[in-house]
Nanobody, 124 residues
Framework: QVRVVESGGGLVQAGGSLRLSCAAS????????MGWFRQAPGKEREFVAY????????LYADSVKGRFTISRENAKNTLYLQMNTLKPEDTAVYYC?????????????????WGQGTQVTVSS
């Protein structure tokens, strides 16, 4: 099983940038596609971005497309989320997770091995 730990969250003004990291350990990280999700207070966890095992395929939620970039360094067992032009509505706890099975890459149930999350707060 892959274990993941997110980091890099913080408080930033609107228009600013942050880069989140997700450090993986356990089974071979490079075997797995990965995803980023987020959950705001009182809301359901939602899809943010997906990346295939080798980085050759990526998907984004419409709300972040053009502002966020998902990437990975398999040699370092690390997943990233570069977030630019942040908006107050991006405020949430951000989670990385391991893609499992053949369910939709946009669906929470298609992932497991969730981390504890990292808080991102964007002030207006």
């Amino acid at each position: 099983q892959v274990r993941v730990v997110e980091s890099g969250g913080g408080l930033v003004q609107a228009g600013g940038s942050l880069r989140l990291s997700c450090a993986a350990s356990g089974r071979t990280f490079s075997n797995y596609a990965m995803g980023w999700f987020r959950q705001a207070p009182g809301k359901e966890r939602e899809f943010v971005a997906y990346i295939s095992w080798n980085g050759g395929s990526t998907l984004y939620a419409d709300s972040v497309k053009g502002r966020f970039t998902i990437s990975r360094e398999n040699a370092k067992n690390t997943l990233y989320l570069q977030m630019n032009t942040l908006k107050p509505e991006d405020t949430a706890v951000y989670y990385c997770a391991v893609r499992r099975g053949a369910l939709s890459a946009y669906d929470v149930v298609g992932y497991d091995s969730w981390g504890q999350g990292t808080q991102v707060t964007v002030s207006s």
